[in-house]
């Protein structure tokens, strides 16, 4: 049975730092991509951030570049993502799921895309106080 599950969100101030982590079973962890994804009140899950099951593929969304970090461990089956500089509109649950692009390369759009990934976790919520 698949089970992804996401922890270390929490109440920060703006301008601070959370780490959050995901780890997966029953699957060949390895062999997929696991995504980052947000989703505030009243809006669409978006994505955040996608690594690949080698770590090589790394995408991230314009909204979070150059302030968040993603990236895995496959040793421990845990993907972590790391933000910084943390804003107000990053209040949202944070939530990880998985996809299997195979050989595919896979666009921005498909490796951000909340449709192409599934088996999310319930999610961890991020507050962030202005």
Same mark, same amino acid.
């Given at each position: 049975?698949?089970?992804?599950?996401?922890?270390?969100?929490?109440?920060?101030?703006? $301008?601070g730092s959370l780490r959050l982590s995901c780890v997966a079973s029953g699957f060949l962890f390895k062999d997929y991509?696991?995504?980052?994804?947000?989703?505030? /009140?009243? #809006?669409? +899950?978006? $994505?955040?951030?996608?690594?690949?099951?080698? $770590? %090589?593929?790394?995408?991230?969304?314009?909204?979070? #570049?150059? +302030? &968040?970090?993603?990236?895995?461990?496959?040793?421990?089956?845990?993907?972590?993502?790391?933000?910084? =500089?943390? #804003? /107000?509109?990053?209040?949202?649950?944070? =939530?990880?799921?998985?996809? %299997? &692009?195979?050989?595919?390369? /896979?666009?921005?759009?498909?490796?951000?895309?909340?449709?192409? &990934?599934? #088996?999310? $976790?319930?999610?961890?919520?991020?507050?962030?106080?202005?």
């Amino acid at each position: 049975e698949v089970q992804i599950v996401e922890s270390g969100g929490g109440l920060v101030q703006a $301008g601070g730092s959370l780490r959050l982590s995901c780890v997966a079973s029953g699957f060949l962890f390895k062999d997929y991509y696991i995504g980052w994804f947000r989703q505030a /009140p009243g #809006k669409e +899950r978006e $994505g955040v951030s996608s690594i690949s099951g080698s $770590g %090589d593929r790394i995408y991230y969304s314009d909204s979070v #570049k150059g +302030r &968040f970090t993603i990236s895995r461990d496959n040793r421990v089956n845990t993907v972590y993502l790391e933000m910084n =500089s943390l #804003k /107000p509109e990053d209040t949202a649950v944070y =939530s990880c799921g998985m996809r %299997d &692009f195979n050989t595919i390369i /896979p666009s921005t759009t498909q490796a951000l895309g909340a449709a192409y &990934f599934g #088996k999310y $976790g319930q999610g961890t919520q991020v507050t962030v106080s202005s």
